[in-house]
């Protein structure tokens, strides 16, 4: 399908790609994706809504102007300035310089950047609806998400949402109409994945955005990837809020989580003594034994139980000068938004340099934990050495 009247007057020119595999470098895309973009018209001229990704620039083009000659577009409205719905928009410029783009303050920034051109310009404002051609254009922030610069607008009048890559999901529906798309469960599960790799990090962000939009008469989500929420508008927005729910962080007091790795037995002997120290005080601590043959099938339970702990400790073994490699594997699935008050200390054995406590206490600091001064020991505990990490206990409580 090219295009496809969604309301009177109100098109889809969007671009299906059905043979992309993978997004942002490490988001896999097993069911390709689209990249959505809408035109009004209206007596006064056409409005756009969204750019789309610069390979695509001819094929949207052409989509266009199956409704209407790209100079008489008087509005481009950008919700979100990522180069796959903004990488067209300077070529746009150059064939209707005459054009307005409407777009938040860091938006408009970004897309001068981006595009390196002049353009007309109008800041989208929550508090100043914009009147054209019989419809109002209403601005409400969708603030982090997944970038600062996101503003969906409200077209009041179709009761229309245009969001963006919130409500979004990788997928490719030739149905476009999520009404219409045969296979509900695959979307879902590809909706799902979409929110973990690109919303989680900002999902008390999810949680304030629903809580706008729950306010608005809708009956259509014209999203920026993926088939146009048609049905069940208040569903979908509900399941998207029990999904910003499951991965907003909880830092519970009572609550540890311990994760080690040990070869020769040394740095586990700490950790199940710091173990039996917080089950004695009455705390509840998760603790796991990673290595390269268990950690691909725990990393799911540990960043999940990560998420819900007040405490984060990570045990290694000194090995070549670092902590051992799977620690900033893990770490590099853990948000700032995650460590954002939690507490987070590091412990290990070595041999005589000792590196891992310090580098992984480095890298806790850079995620935003309250970092804890770690503990190190050398080989095999004696009484001075459990004495110290009685102390080293003592701070982390
Ligand atoms: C491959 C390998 C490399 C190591 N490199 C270092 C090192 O660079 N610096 C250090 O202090 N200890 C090093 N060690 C010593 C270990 O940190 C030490 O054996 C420690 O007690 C291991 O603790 P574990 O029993 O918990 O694995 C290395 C050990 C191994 C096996």
Redesign the pocket.
């Known amino acids: 399908m090219e295009v496809l009247e969604l309301k009177p007057n109100f098109y889809y020119v969007g671009v299906v790609d059905h043979s992309l595999k993978l997004f942002d470098v490490a988001v896999l895309t097993n069911d390709g994706t689209s990249y959505n973009s809408y035109l009004l018209k209206t007596p006064e001229g056409a409005i756009l809504f969204e750019g789309c990704r610069r390979e695509y620039e001819e094929e949207y083009f052409r989509h266009i102007e199956e409704i209407v000659p790209l100079k008489d577009i008087k509005y481009l409205v950008v919700t979100h300035s990522e180069p796959d719905h903004s990488g067209s928009i300077g070529k746009l410029i150059d064939l209707n310089p005459e054009l307005t783009i409407l777009a938040s303050p860091a938006c408009l920034k970004n897309l001068d950047a981006i595009t390196r051109k002049p353009f007309k310009r109008k800041v989208m404002n929550p508090l100043a609806p914009l009147s054209f051609g019989g419809y109002t254009l209403e601005a409400v922030s969708g603030l982090m998400l997944h970038w600062p610069d996101v503003m969906f607008t409200y077209i009041k009048e179709l009761k229309v949402l245009v969001s963006c890559d919130a409500f979004g999901a990788h997928f490719a529906s030739d149905a476009l109409l999520l009404s219409k798309e045969p296979d509900k469960e695959r979307y879902y599960a590809a909706l799902r994945y979409y929110f973990v790799s690109i919303m989680g990090p900002f999902a008390k962000f999810v949680t304030a955005a629903c809580e706008r939009v729950k306010k608005l008469d809708i009956d259509m989500i014209c999203v920026g990837h993926g088939p146009i929420i048609d049905t069940n508008v208040q569903d979908q927005i509900h399941r998207y809020e029990e999904l910003a729910k499951e991965f907003t962080p909880v830092n519970d007091p009572n609550f540890v989580t311990i994760v080690y790795a040990?070869?020769?037995?040394?740095?586990?002997e700490i950790a199940h003594s710091l173990e039996t120290k917080f089950q004695h005080d009455g705390k509840k601590a998760a603790l796991y034994e990673i290595d390269a043959l268990n950690y691909g099938s725990l990393k799911d339970k540990i960043l999940n139980d990560i998420a819900h702990s007040g405490t984060l400790l990570l045990g290694s073994?000194?090995?070549?000068?670092d902590a051992v490699c799977l620690f900033y594997d893990l770490l590099s699935h853990v948000y700032t938004t995650v460590g954002q008050g939690k507490k987070a200390s590091a412990f290990?054995?070595?041999?005589?340099?000792?590196?891992a406590v310090k580098n992984l206490s480095e890298r806790l600091s850079q995620l935003h934990f309250n970092v804890i001064p770690g503990y190190r020991q050398v080989?095999k505990s004696d009484k001075a050495s459990e004495e110290e990490l009685q102390k080293y206990y003592e701070t982390l409580k």
């Open positions: 040990s070869a020769y037995g040394y740095t586990r073994p000194t090995m070549v000068g290990g054995d070595y041999g005589w340099s000792g590196e080989f």
